[in-house]
C-alpha cells in the first residue's frame, strides 16, 4: 500500500492542523493505522492510532485531549486534527499501516509508512 501525508504546516502556539494520510493500492479498511512524530535529534515516537474498524483508538499522553485521530474507509483516507498545539509538537509526522494487528502502537509493527509532513508550531 501507498501511503501520502499531508496538511503540515507553520503554526502558531494555540492553533490547529488538520493532517490527512491518503492510501492506495490495497484494501485500506483492512489495516489498522497510526500516526508517528519525530523531533530533530529525537526518536520516532507513536502520537496516535486507529483500528481498522475505526471503533478503537490510542493517544499519547502528550496528546491526548488535543488531538483526534479518524478515518474515512470509503475515501481510503486516515486523519489527525491537532488543536492546541504546542511548540513541542514541532516534528516530521509520518503516517503508518500495519496489515497485521487490530490495533498497532510500537513502530515495528508497521509495515507501511508515508514520506511524513512537517508540522512547525511557533511560540
Known amino acids: 500500500v501507498q501511503l501520502q501525508a499531508c496538511g503540515g504546516g507553520l503554526v502558531q502556539a494555540g492553533g490547529s492542523l488538520r493532517l490527512s494520510c491518503a492510501a492506495s493500492?490495497?484494501?485500506?479498511?483492512?489495516?489498522?493505522m497510526g500516526w508517528f512524530r519525530q523531533a530533530p535529534g529525537k526518536e520516532r515516537n507513536i502520537v496516535a492510532a486507529?483500528?481498522?474498524?475505526?471503533?478503537?483508538?490510542y493517544y499519547a499522553k502528550s496528546v491526548k485531549g488535543r488531538f483526534t485521530i479518524s478515518r474515512d474507509n470509503a475515501k481510503n483516507t486516515m486523519y489527525l486534527q491537532m488543536n492546541s498545539l504546542k511548540p513541542e509538537d514541532t516534528a516530521v509526522y509520518y503516517c503508518?499501516?500495519?496489515?497485521?494487528?487490530?490495533?498497532?502502537?510500537?513502530?515495528?509493527?508497521?509495515?507501511?509508512w508515508g514520506q511524513g509532513t512537517q508540522v512547525t508550531v511557533s511560540s
Open positions: 503508518a499501516a500495519d496489515s497485521g494487528s487490530y490495533l498497532s502502537l510500537t513502530d515495528y509493527d508497521y509495515d507501511y
Open positions: 493500492g490495497r484494501t485500506f479498511s483492512s489495516f489498522a
Open positions: 486507529i483500528s481498522w474498524s475505526g471503533g478503537n483508538t
